[in-house]
């Protein structure tokens, strides 16, 4: 790394390098306290559930996936043997995330984009990404948003009730279950789904690295809870250094205070953070004048620009890639480059950590030939410069080389409504 840029990062508290496995065990001692009902980061909430010892047939579910910045919604068949049909698909904006919305406002919308699913089906699969705590019948009590989601009046309240009260009202006729559930739970389901006949894992672990950070892992029992999914909700991790870009940077969130590793990892926040980075070198001298000049006019900066730097730092067609192309003189391109990419390997290990930690607390993954399956979501995790494969490298080393764990990282298209869709029918 250049030494200017070393220097920057170390002077501003950011910790490029850190240690994956200091992480991992901080995360794992604070699932554990969690566990026994002592005062933790993360919430590790009970599910109740494990994946079905069967294939589900001849069954049709609605689904809803409600997170991020997306509100989707479709039908789910499970024909004869077991092979899944999505279809009447739609996607629309989350509520919530353009203007505070009411309790009744809210779920109100939830409605009119159920709209054309009404009478379809008699069971709900609700994928609902925000923390919850859920219920023993299923249902989920909203703790608090995340990613943005204005709708204040809603925590605290049974969501999968207020919904079908909700629908009921505008004319749905029968409504049997809805079954609410995160999307780390419907990764984890979905990789039980997706496992080819004759493959035999271990246990199962849902990562979901996009908009938002989280885990799922099946906890085995002990003395506190029965063998179930637990949903950590990693984003809220506190183990971990806050740069002064990402104090910075959080002062300008909902709750400043709050999801202090989801704000450093994932793709809702990296791209204003990357411009905070930017904009601050830009204003200690790291760059020529004329580059910092244009850097410092830059309104606002996505996960997606800083990414299509990364791929392709000498197209000038992107954003950062033209000021560069434009301005830049010496090593501007360099320096912004390799700032950039300690954002992005940064985030690769924190992602990392809380694998390892999950994979610890499974206890399962010690034969090779029964792995962990780790079904990792999200577009930052896919689509962003080398994440994952940096996180797949750092698992080989932490899990296989340092602790003979075994484990195998899948994916595959419509993975998260697969699994709410089996939890809609469990």
């Known amino acids: 790394m250049n030494s200017n840029v070393a220097a920057f990062l170390s002077r501003h508290n950011f910790v490029c390098h850190e240690d994956i496995n200091t992480v991992a065990s901080a995360i794992y001692n604070d699932m554990n306290r969690g566990l026994s009902g002592k005062e933790s980061d993360e919430d590790m ?29 479709c039908l789910v068949t499970f024909d004869a043997d077991g092979n899944a049909a999505i279809s009447e698909m739609e996607k629309t904006k989350m509520p919530g995330v353009e203007k505070e919305l009411s309790k009744k406002e ?49 925590v605290g309240s049974k969501v ?18 809805i079954m609410l559930l995160n999307d780390t739970v419907a990764a984890l389901l979905a990789g039980h789904v997706i496992a080819p006949s004759g493959k035999n894992y271990s246990s199962y672990i849902g990562l979901i690295l996009g908009t938002g950070l989280n885990a799922a892992y099946i906890q085995p029992e002990n003395e506190f809870v029965k063998k179930q999914i637990v949903v950590c909700e990693s984003g809220k991790t506190r183990a971990v250094t806050r740069s002064d870009f990402d104090i910075e940077f959080a002062k300008t969130t909902v709750n400043p205070e709050a999801f202090y590793m989801e704000k450093s990892c994932s793709g809702a926040y990296l791209g204003p953070v990357a411009k905070i980075i930017i904009q601050t070198a830009a204003k200690e001298g790291l760059f020529s004048k004329k580059t910092g000049d244009e850097l410092a006019k830059i309104q606002s900066l996505s996960l997606i620009d800083m990414d299509q730097y990364l791929h392709k730092p000498k197209d000038a067609s992107s954003v950062l890639g033209k000021i560069i ?69 750092y698992l080989e080393e932490l899990l296989t080389v340092q602790r003979s764990l075994y484990w195998e990282v899948v994916w595959q298209d419509n993975d998260i409504t697969l699994g709410t869709a089996i939890a809609g029918l469990i």
């Open 45 to 73: 909430i009970s599910t109740f559930c494990l994946p079905p010892e069967t294939k589900v047939k001849n069954k049709t579910v609605i689904v809803i996936d409600a997170g991020g910045t997306n509100f989707r919604s």
């Open 106 to 154: 809210f779920f109100a919308q939830f409605a009119e984009n159920l709209d054309h699913l009404k009478n379809k089906a008699d069971c709900i699969g609700f994928c609902f990404s925000y923390p919850m705590k859920i219920t023993e019948d299923g249902d989920g009590i909203l703790l608090g948003f995340s990613k943005e989601v204005k709708a204040p009046e809603v």
């Open 160 to 177: 999968g009730e207020c919904l079908k009260q909700e629908l009921l009202s505008r004319g749905w006729a029968k409504i049997d279950k």
């Open 325 to 393: 192309a434009e301005n830049a003189s010496g090593e501007d391109g360099e320096i912004l480059f390799e700032l950039l990419d300690a954002l992005v390997e940064r985030s690769a290990r924190r992602a990392a950590a809380i694998l390892v930690a999950c994979s610890m607390q499974s206890g399962e993954g010690k034969n090779a030939s029964s792995p962990i399956c780790i079904l990792c979501n999200g577009t930052t995790f896919h689509k962003t410069y080398k994440i994952r494969a940096r996180v797949m490298g």
